[in-house]
């Protein structure tokens, strides 16, 4: 048996050693006795390559690549170890998880952990480091023991080892029943060599790892006895022999330590001495080509000078063909600016994507924003990671539909299983636009629970108004039939599921009833369509993934089956356990190509062959990296374990120092070039510090290149530097219009953006993108206007329009246009919103008024009782009707319903102090006014040739006969205060009251037959108000208080007679009224605060009105659809607008500006308004 150690510094040829060593046995004998190349896990695939595309290998019949794993599985063939079922990490969570709840009552610690996102994972991470320690469950509870005895410890250390040696004792104890943990291979293995045929014979080579735990070098031990040869790699810069201590500082302290322990085992097992080849440093072959990666290589670690740290810089010589440091302004930048870097090697040097590596030390800040940037540039490129499935279709559906059975059909739930598109049958795969109108139904009507599942068919029709007749809603019978079809693409799978899930007792059957479910849905089906699918797109990974899910999968719900297939397990504990299987899944996928990007962390990835590298993210904190303690164990239990003779990994200390050999391993990892790069802020503008390594490259490199990557080429830019930005169309054009905006503000534009401008021209693919960038940076969101033609189309010839739609108009163009032009329309949803309350208080009391004429009731007759009850019975009326039964949908509404009735109530009766002081009587309830309808509309002839019908619905009119004759006054119930404001009716803001009162004395007589004056309009607010004061108040006197809180708001004639006849107390003495806004002075004139009109006033304002609609009417027609929200005093269209996100206003913005409405005295607005009705 002969031992070989083969030591040398990065680049010094150990494993091109190994290669050519294999290469030559392989060519004088092509079947002799095996060669094993013993490599890492991750490095297989890559070493496999460099050993077949030698072409003048033949063949390699004799010769495997493999990993510690892959080799015991091969010994385990041969000796046999694999009758037991394997067990993957996967399935070891899932048996933690049950083992923490079937014991938790006997925990001390982690009796409600099994929950806790991560623990299980941090919980299988020790029991993996134990067995690759060599510490099994008797051990740790014998050494746990004596370390207490010693101690006498007590807290909480003891009580996490306790329930950690409790945990560990049960799991070994399932695992030794029947099956193999993955852990538990190369303690096999080591059992087993010394029998093993096919290794007695072989020549090893061991390379590319820095050290090995102890169940490993079990493992060597057994190689180095029995196989014919063994040779060993390590990144070392000397011989070290058995007993030798290497300082805690040194470079290579990790290969330093691992050799010493080689030797030490080498004199252990009584071999003899072993074989030192130590590969000289000058000789390097990676960097016969860079000759300051070279220097970078044997100078890393030497420092000079006195206290401060400080490195020998490089002879003089250019270097910056080789090294390159640059910063970036942000993450974004620098990647972007490291993609144009590799893309100049490819173009202009003829380099191969397999010869560039990309590495990062944080993974997670630069996957998603590599992949996009890769993509844009298109740049094939793989990363050298397993990826979680916690994003697949088929996990989302399987952990959805489980939340389905669980949460009793929530919404949430219900719809993410949707819109995996699993439920979608094959034949109706097109059909998902459906599935998006099912929703929008669910989400409208509050559907969940029992609604799906009871088998009836969805009836709940949208009403325009609690009113509306279900006659008028026949309509939507169609559209239920489909979405009803719909439905049960839905509820039958899962109904199905459901109620085989509840029915299961065992965990088997558990998973029977899941496995069923995703044949149901032809899950196998519709993930091998997909993968085909993303091959024709062009997305091999992709479609690899696809591929492997279902397997995966599969896997995983066999090893539930197999550890615990018999246990009797609550719905919710199935759950977390599938929870658990799939959160622990990972996908490893093969490159795809050849010749791509490779992408890796530098502590993980192994590259070989690689001639430039990308190591971005040099921030400090990053590289090095500063340790956390994750661990289920802290820092200092570790630290007290160790030192009482517990085998653990490890510690953060021990990590940190080694952290500058993995920062050593990556530098020396480029034969040719090496780039390092760090942002300069990060995604919030947060700045950021460059690493300390960073400033140890200057000093090592003083006169290397530094440049600094924009987001964007600036106006300081050399013209040469923005060139570079010009790598791909894709991104090119973007840069484009950041210089053609400068252009266009008067700045210069240089000659190759505008041979790169005439270069899209000539593109045909890219003219119409090129064109759409040119009206974008013209754009000033500003809304060009409707063509007559185009708003003809639109609106309509004949345009026939509410008084709201003419405020909204008024309000803001644009959002008019979106709301009745566009018809945009905000997404229902089912829950009780300010409109639906105010629906329902105009209804109620409509009701409440009809009734009372049906029973021929005098309002001002009932007493506060009877006016609460009749409240409370027509609103259990209406309830039914409102968002789908919302009233009655749960204890909290239902109390919504008692609080709303109070406030009907509450209204009703003051409404009825009004009847009872008052002689105006209701004339008329929801009264319409169009064509067809109880009143006539009213009707304009617009100056472009179009019509205009104003249409509407008015709450109540009430009628009252006097001196002056008959009187008419509107009352609208508002469920917020609301007062009628000249200002408002000025600007067209507030025309709806004085519209409806225009049209009821215009048409009074044809009405009613008989001609008509207006008594004022009026605004009641429909509310419960709650009384707050210093000192008790008796009854009458909160009955005053609480007259004043409903007192209407509005305008009235200017006349003591119309105003006594609202309120007969004006009558009997002059003073302010409790029932209207007016109030009297003793010689029957009002006071200056009262909101009264005269006659004439009425009649300016009834002209003044029309004149503003047929204005509004006449601007909708001519196409204006400008966004222009109006801005008067505090109150703005924004405010409680819906189309934000649609217009985009910015009063920032260019273009962006407020109707700015001035606010004018009473007098004033008076004065304006005659002289506009008089012109």
């Known amino acids: ?64 690549v493999l990993s510690f794993h892959r080799l015991a599985w091969r010994v385990m063939q041969e000796e046999g170890g694999t009758a037991r079922l394997p067990i993957d990490d996967t399935g070891k969570k899932l048996l933690l998880t049950s083992i923490l709840h079937k014991h938790k009552e006997k925990l001390r610690l982690f009796g409600h952990s099994a929950e806790q996102m991560g623990f299980v994972d941090r919980l299988n991470q020790l029991f993996t480091e134990m067995k690759r320690y060599c510490v099994s469950a008797k051990q740790l509870e014998e050494h746990e023991n004596k370390r207490v005895a010693a101690l006498g410890e007590s807290g909480l250390l003891r009580d996490k080892m306790h329930d950690i040696q409790l945990i560990y004792r049960q799991f070994e104890s399932e695992l030794s029943r029947q099956y193999l943990d993955g852990e538990d291979y190369l303690t096999l293995l080591a059992e087993q ?58 470079l290579f302290h990790p290969t330093a330590t691992t050799m010493v322990r080689m030797q030490e085992l080498v004199w252990q097992l009584g071999l003899g001495a072993a074989e030192v080849h130590l590969l000289a440093p000058e000789n390097s072959p990676r960097f016969e080509d860079s000759p300051a990666l070279g220097y970078l290589e044997r100078n890393f670690d030497r420092r000079i000078g006195g206290g401060a740290q400080r490195y020998k810089p490089a002879p003089n010589e250019r270097l910056h063909d080789q090294l390159v440091i640059a910063e970036a302004v942000h993450r974004r930048a620098e990647v972007e600016g490291a993609v144009r870097d590799m893309l100049h090697l490819v173009r202009e040097q003829g380099v191969r994507w397999r010869e560039i590596a990309v590495m990062v030390r944080n993974m997670e800040g630069y996957q998603d924003l590599l992949k996009a940037v890769l993509t844009d540039y298109e740049i094939p490129h ?97 559209e239920l039939e489909s979405l009803n079809t719909s439905k049960e693409w839905v509820v039958r799978p899962l109904l199905a ?118 190591i971005l993210g040099v921030n400090d904190g990053v590289i090095p990296a500063q340790m956390a303690e994750k661990g289920v164990l802290t820092e200092a239990e570790r630290t007290v374990l160790t030192e009482s003779g517990l085998p653990m990994a490890d510690g953060s200390l021990r990590k940190l120092l080694d952290e500058q050999f993995i920062v050593y391993t990556s530098l020396t990892v480029p034969g040719k ?116 033609t185009t708003s003809k189309l639109l609106y309509g010839q004949n345009l026939r329009a509410s008084v709201s739609r003419m405020e909204k108009y008024v309000a803001c163009p644009f959002s008019h246009f979106v709301s009745h032009g566009l018809r945009l329309q905000e997404r229902r949803v089912y829950r009780l919103d300010a409109p639906d309350i105010g629906q329902l208080f105009h209804a109620a009391l409509n009701q409440f008024v009809q009734k009372l004429q049906q029973d021929q009731l005098d309002w001002g007759s009932l007493t506060a009782e009877q006016c609460m009850e009749r409240s409370a019975q027509v609103v259990d009326e209406l309830a039914p009707r409102l968002q789908g039964e919302i009233l009655l949908s749960s204890s909290r509404y239902a109390y919504i319903a008692r609080k709303l009735k109070q406030v009907v109530g509450r209204a009703a009766v003051v409404l009825g102090e009004h009847a009872k002081h008052g002689q105006f009587e209701p004339l008329g309830l929801e009264i319409d006014f169009g064509p067809g309808k109880e009143l006539p509309s009213l009707t304009f002839e617009l100056e472009n040739g179009c019509t205009m019908e104003i249409i509407g619905r008015i709450d109540r009119v009430d009628r009252a006969d006097g001196e002056q004759g008959v009187l008419l006054r509107v009352i609208d119930y508002k469920s917020s205060q609301t007062s009628l404001q000249l200002s408002e009716v000025y600007y067209g803001l507030s ?85 209207i806004p007016v109030a009297l002075k003793k010689d029957g004139s009002f006071y200056s605060s009262s909101s009264v009109a005269t006659d004439e006033q009425w009649d300016t304002l009834r002209k003044y009105v029309r004149k503003q609609v047929k204005q509004i009417g006449t601007s909708i027609t001519d196409g204006h659809v400008d966004i222009a929200p109006y801005r008067l005093g505090k109150k703005t269209a924004c405010l409680h607008c819906s189309y934000k996100s649609i217009c985009q206003f910015d009063p920032l913005f260019e273009g962006n500006e407020v109707q700015v409405l001035k606010q004018r005295g009473k007098d004033q607005l008076w004065s304006e308004l005659e002289q506009k009705v008089s012109r």
């Open 1 to 64: 048996m002969s031992i070989r150690f083969v030591i040398g510094r990065a680049g010094s040829g150990k494993s091109e050693r190994c290669l050519r060593e294999i290469k030559h046995h392989l060519a004088a004998e092509p079947e002799g006795h095996p060669l094993i190349l013993l490599v890492p896990e991750q490095a297989t695939f890559q070493a496999e390559h460099a050993l077949v595309s030698d072409p003048c290998i033949r063949g390699m019949i004799r010769a495997q």
């Open 193 to 250: 060599i010394p029998y093993s045929a096919y290794l007695r014979s072989a020549s090893v080579w061991i390379d590319g790892f820095h050290g090995f735990t102890p169940q490993e070098f079990a493992v060597l031990g057994a190689l180095f006895s029995v196989c014919k040869q063994v040779t060993v790699t390590l990144c070392l810069d000397r011989e070290l022999q058995a007993g030798d201590t290497p300082d805690e500082l040194d």
């Open 382 to 478: 793989f990363f050298d990671q397993k990826r979680t499935v916690l994003h697949h279709p088929l996990v989302e559906f399987i952990r959805s539909a489980l939340e389905v059975v669980q949460h009793n059909w929530h919404y949430d739930a219900v719809f993410r299983c949707v819109k995996t598109d699993l439920l979608i049958p094959s034949e109706e795969a097109s059909q998902r636009t459906e599935l998006d109108k099912l929703e929008n139904y669910v989400l409208a009507f509050g559907i969940q629970g029992y609604r799906w599942t009871d088998g009836k068919p969805w009836t709940f029709k949208f009403r325009a108004n609690l009113e509306q007749a279900d006659e008028s809603v026949q309509e939507q019978t169609a």
């Open 497 to 614: 599921f459901s109620k085989r899930l509840q029915q299961a007792h065992f965990v088997k059957d558990q998973v029977e009833a899941l496995y069923e479910l995703l044949v149901t849905v032809q899950a196998p089906e519709k993930l091998e369509a997909w993968s085909q699918q993303a091959i024709c797109e062009g997305k091999p990974e992709k479609a690899r993934e696809h591929g492997q899910m279902w397997n995966s999968v599969m896997d995983m719900l066999d090893q539930l089956v197999e550890t615990m297939g018999e246990d009797d397990l609550t719905l919710e504990l199935f759950n977390g356990l599938i929870e658990t299987g799939m959160e622990s899944m990972k996908l490893g996928l093969v490159p795809p190509s050849m010749d791509q990007l490779l992408i890796g962390s530098i502590d993980r990835t192994r590259s070989s062959g690689i001639r430039y590298a990308y």
């Open 673 to 788: 070039r090496l780039w390092m790069s760090y942002p300069l802020a990060d995604e919030e503008g947060k700045s950021l510090l460059p690493s300390e390594l960073i400033k140890q490259m200057r000093q090592l490199f003083p006169g290397t290149e530094a440049p600094l990557l924009l987001a964007e080429p600036s106006n300081e830019t050399p013209e040469g530097e923005q060139a570079e930005y010009i790598a791909h169309p894709n991104q090119a054009i973007s840069y484009l219009a950041v210089r053609m905006k400068h252009w266009m503000l008067g700045g210069r534009m240089a000659d190759l953006w505008w041979e790169t401008y005439n270069w899209y021209v000539d593109k045909p693919e890219w003219r119409m993108k090129l064109q759409s960038l040119a009206q974008a940076l013209q754009y000033t969101n500003k809304e060009k206007g409707l063509s007559l």
């Open 991 to 1075: 025309l709806q009251m004085l519209t409806y009162l225009d049209v009821i004395i215009t048409h009074a007589e044809q009405w009613l037959g008989i001609a008509a004056k207006p008594a004022g309009v009026l605004y009641f607010h429909v509310h419960n108000p709650m009384l707050q004061q210093k000192n008790a108040l008796d009854p009458a006197a909160v009955e005053k208080e609480l007259r004043k809180r409903f007192k209407m708001k509005g305008l009235i004639t200017a006349d003591a007679g119309v105003a006594g006849l609202m309120d007969d107390e004006l009558v009997k003495s002059a003073g302010h009224s409790q029932l």
